[in-house]
């Protein structure tokens, strides 16, 4: 085999694999119709009668037709009083007018699972210990159905949308607001990002990874080139980065993004299988994979 160097990726490599990863994605399942490429982010915020935010909901689109809920946030003085259905169901009938027949959320065993289950969303994937002592839920709802609604109260506050620094103060409240009160921080994101270079300089094989503020490692892609595949690159990189991983205090190891054309090669390197959605992108099902690192 020709030897290879691995190196650290730079931006413009990550930003590169990334556009290669899609490429190979979009030729096994095309967008959708009517959906792009590119992420849309949605956001619904609500407000006083003073301008300032009291309550929202995140969430992005993706092509093949679903919407992931980011954050959902309400005022601590402002809970109990239904804002919080307001600005999911906003957030849902942008979904539901874009056409996206799935919406899935994550959230922690402090959070809101009971929450979601209301407003007819369905457990389909347990993290354990993820961080240790915690366990985190992905829960999804379809909406190519004819499910009732959850009604909610009136409520006596304006409804908007909001922009990216909306979007960003949102997520901001809640990670330093109820997140931080159950989780311990332990330090920054650390990025572990690699690659394999060939002799003259080519990037063949490269992981996009890291570990969590709450010591938790994170694959969000791999990738090999079609000319070096079936060589072991994979596993290589898969290794290094568990290494290293687990030597910055990682306790566990999640992908969700992982699909029904590429489950097989994270099985075969221990992964366990956390939970299943089917019909994402339609036809073909995602995985959301874990591996203890503490075993």
């Known amino acids: 085999m020709e030897q290879l160097r691995l190196r650290r990726s730079a931006r413009k490599d990550s930003e590169r694999i990334e556009e290669l990863i899609s490429d190979y994605y979009f030729k096994l399942v095309p967008v959708l119709d009517g959906f792009s490429k590119e992420e849309e982010t949605v956001c619904k915020k609500i407000v006083d009668k003073d301008g300032n935010i009291i309550a929202g909901c995140t969430g992005y689109i993706f092509p093949w037709g679903c919407m992931y809920v980011d954050d959902m946030w309400v005022d ?3 809970r109990l009083q239904g804002l919080g259905s307001i600005a999911l169901q906003a957030v849902e009938k942008v979904a539901e007018s874009k056409g996206c027949h799935l919406i899935w959320v994550g959230t922690w065993d402090f ?45 006596e506050y304006e409804i908007m949308d909001g922009s990216e620094e909306d979007a960003e103060f949102i997520c ?14 332990k330090h920054d994101y ?12 080519k990037v063949v094989a490269a992981i996009m990874a890291g570990v969590t503020e709450i010591d938790t490692g994170w694959i969000w892609k791999i990738w090999v080139d079609e000319d070096y595949r079936h060589q072991g690159l ?35 390197a221990g992964y366990n299988v956390a939970g299943e959605l089917k019909d994402l992108p339609k036809g073909h099902t995602l995985y959301i994979v874990d591996k203890d690192l503490l075993t």
């Open 234 to 268: 994979g596993t290589l990189l898969l290794k290094h980065f568990e290494k290293k991983a687990k030597e910055k205090g990682a306790t566990k190891i999640i992908s969700e993004e992982i699909y029904d054309w590429n489950i097989g090669f994270f099985e075969k």
């Open 172 to 185: 901001d409240q809640l990670d330093e607001g109820f997140n931080k009160e159950h989780l311990e921080i």
């Open 111 to 155: 959070q809101a699972k009971p929450y979601y289950l209301k407003h007819g969303y369905e457990v389909f994937a347990t993290l354990k210990d993820c961080p240790v002592g915690h366990e985190d839920y992905q829960l999804a709802k379809r909406l190519d159905g004819n499910q009732p609604k959850r009604k909610s109260k009136p409520i």
């Open 76 to 78: 601590e003085k402002y």
């Open 190 to 201: 650390i990025k572990i990002n690699r690659k394999l270079v060939s002799k003259d300089g």
